[in-house]
């Protein structure tokens, strides 16, 4: 008996063995094994870069789903930082002034002093090395420059959203519907589109999108902030905007995606809606375009 289970056991190992890494965990669409995802990031953190949640949830879904994936941000420095405490740009030495110019001590050389601590404590930060955060290990795992991202590597793109999608990766902060993408980000997304590979976009990201592909179909979630005890939709400003750029908007609940087929982007509305508790509906709706997305890429 003990014989015969060793002798299977050898035999499943060998099986497994031969499987692709996903093996055990297949999605609701099947078993991929080979897709190869890139996942775009603007920092870290929902006011400056990308939000925290979302990044996560992209990764979780894409591995539960088989795909192996990179990380990719743009090697340089985020508009600014912000103090997620207070929701402000963060702002030390301007505080540390203004309690020394109280008592009476702050003389030229204390101010120069001062700043140079305050710039080397709180330093411009990097929206690359802010991304790292994100990644675990070497490697294929490491956070890499966004320049270096070939669509020829890659079998679709996922964009996280955060307020750095509208205030690192493109100008819509200042600008609006007129705003400007960073160039890495504008040749990623003509690039995929151009290839007929399938993009996905998460809350703000849509913005994006909407600037330089023509004609196509997102969702941002609702298109007026109906405030329930549930949440509320803060951001629809943003609806008017990507109308504005031409694109057509379709209401979405946050636990769902809206997939444009004709031109393979899917999106979410996710943290669009405003809520303190129930994040599993943001987890759900990032898992069903990271579902999408991996149906499309194997057509």
Known sequence: ????????????????????????????????GNTNVAVVFSGCGWWDGTDVHEGVYTMYHLSRNGARFQMFAPNQQQMHVIDHMRKQPASGENRWASKMGAVGVLTLSMVTWVHFVMNSVHPRRNMMMEAARFSHGQGMTQMQDLSKLDVNSFDAVIFPGGHGIIKNLSSFMKDGKDCKLHGDVERVLKDFHRSRKP??????APVLACRVLPSIEVTMGYERDDNTRWGNWPNTNMVQAVKGMGARHNVREPYEAYVDEKNKVVSTPSFMWETDYHYHYIFDGIGNMVKHVMRMSTK
Do not use: E
């Open 1 to 32: 008996m003990l014989a015969t289970r060793a002798l299977l056991s050898k035999q499943t190992l060998a099986v497994l063995s031969r499987q692709p890494a996903c093996f055990v965990h297949q999605g609701d669409y099947g078993n991929w």
């Open 199 to 204: 993009i996905g976009l998460a809350s703000m």
